[in-house]
């Protein structure tokens, strides 16, 4: 009934968080399929049915010519790895459990250890199905060179924190307009398929077209990690600064979005969702 309480450190409060964070990322990943290996081939498969998908569109539209002198499943692999990160840390960030959540009941639980913890898993699975397909084209179909590998998972970590931090300008609006946000965060992920850039390469797009493009953040990072990638690449019409500005300005708003929203969460919403 009575117990004493400790006096925890800076430090010791900070791995306490780190482990919970950990726990929390691993209840996360489960979360989506109770067979962690299943989950994990679930999404190697997504990936490998839009590589199939891309190399086949790009078969029959004759645009093989218009990729980057190099490998060209590299090419296409490289941008997809980067959307698809992009694109599921988005949408686990707005599932995260919010502060209406049966675990927001549990002391030490918070919506920013929910919501870490949803980011961290996606990114996890993302690198691990990215790691897997190179390795197996590496292996069993042609041997593969990634000029700066640094740079280039810099630029996958990139798509993720973007991800990331729109992601949280949707989840703290979404409460307030369920149908009305969730819609437009479906039309912005569609709409990644083709204004992400992953299908074309910007040197060699006029700058009539570029225009359309150049607002988003996932063109220029996988623009930029291409450059990495590839040895003969050198983007031009793209920046790294852009998407980190725009990661800043967004996690903020969102961060500020969502201690609002919390501030004013009702019960009612956890029946809606």
């Given at each position: 009934?009575?117990?004493?309480?400790?006096?925890?450190?800076?430090?010791?409060?900070?791995?306490?968080?780190?482990?919970?964070?950990?726990?929390?990322?691993?209840?996360?990943?489960?979360?989506?399929?109770?067979?962690?290996?299943?989950?994990?081939?679930?999404?190697?498969?997504?990936?490998?049915?839009?590589?199939?998908?891309?190399?086949?569109?790009?078969?029959?539209?004759?645009?093989?010519?218009?990729?980057?002198?190099?490998?060209?499943?590299?090419?296409?692999?490289?941008?997809?790895?980067?959307f698809?990160?992009?694109?599921?840390?988005?949408?686990?960030?707005?599932?995260?459990?919010g502060?209406?959540?049966?675990?927001?009941?549990?002391?030490?639980?918070?919506?920013?250890?929910?919501?870490?913890a949803?980011?961290?898993?996606?990114?996890?699975?993302?690198?691990?199905?990215?790691?897997?397909?190179?390795?197996?084209?590496?292996?069993?179909v042609?041997?593969?060179?990634?000029?700066?590998?640094?740079?280039?998972?810099?630029?996958?970590?990139l798509?993720?924190?973007?991800?990331?931090?729109?992601?949280?300008?949707?989840?703290?609006?979404?409460?307030?307009?369920?149908?009305?946000?969730?819609?437009?965060?479906?039309?912005?992920?569609?709409?990644?398929?083709?204004a992400?850039?992953?299908?074309?390469?910007?040197?060699?797009?006029?700058?009539?077209?570029?225009?359309?493009?150049?607002?988003?953040?996932?063109?220029?990072?996988?623009?930029?990690?291409?450059?990495?990638?590839?040895l003969?690449?050198?983007?031009?019409?793209s920046?790294?600064?852009?998407?980190?500005?725009?990661?800043?300005?967004?996690?903020?708003?969102?961060l500020?979005g969502?201690?609002?929203?919390?501030?004013?969460?009702?019960?009612?919403?956890?029946?809606?969702?």
């Open positions: 009934m009575f117990r004493s309480q400790r006096r925890r450190s800076t430090l010791g409060l900070a791995f306490g968080q780190l482990e919970l964070i950990f726990h929390a990322t691993v209840r996360s990943i489960r979360r989506g399929h109770g067979n962690a290996v299943l989950g994990l081939l679930a999404s190697i498969g997504q990936t490998l049915l839009m590589v199939a998908a891309f190399y086949i569109l790009f078969e029959l539209l004759g645009l093989r010519q218009a990729a980057i002198r190099g490998n060209y499943l590299l090419f296409m692999m490289s941008g997809i790895f980067m698809m990160t992009h694109v599921k840390s988005m949408g686990a960030v707005m599932k995260a459990d502060p209406t959540s049966a675990m927001m009941k549990h002391a030490p639980m918070n919506t920013i250890i929910s919501i870490s949803a980011a961290l898993g996606a990114l996890y699975i993302q690198i691990l199905s990215a790691a897997f397909v190179l390795y197996f084209y590496h292996a069993a042609e041997p593969i060179t990634i000029d700066d590998p640094v740079g280039a998972v810099g630029m996958l970590l798509s993720w924190g973007s991800g990331v931090a729109i992601g949280m300008i949707f989840r703290s609006a979404k409460p307030w307009s369920p149908g009305a946000v969730g819609m437009i965060a479906a039309i912005y992920m569609r709409l990644n398929m083709i992400s850039g992953k299908m074309f390469v910007a040197n060699a797009t006029p700058g009539y077209v570029l225009q359309f493009f150049d607002w988003n953040p996932l063109f220029h990072t996988i623009d930029q990690g291409r450059g990495f990638i590839f003969n690449y050198f983007p031009h019409h920046s790294i600064g852009y998407p980190v500005k725009v990661m800043i300005a967004c996690l903020m708003i969102g500020i969502e201690y609002y929203t919390r501030m004013h969460a009702s019960l009612s919403w956890s029946a809606g969702r």
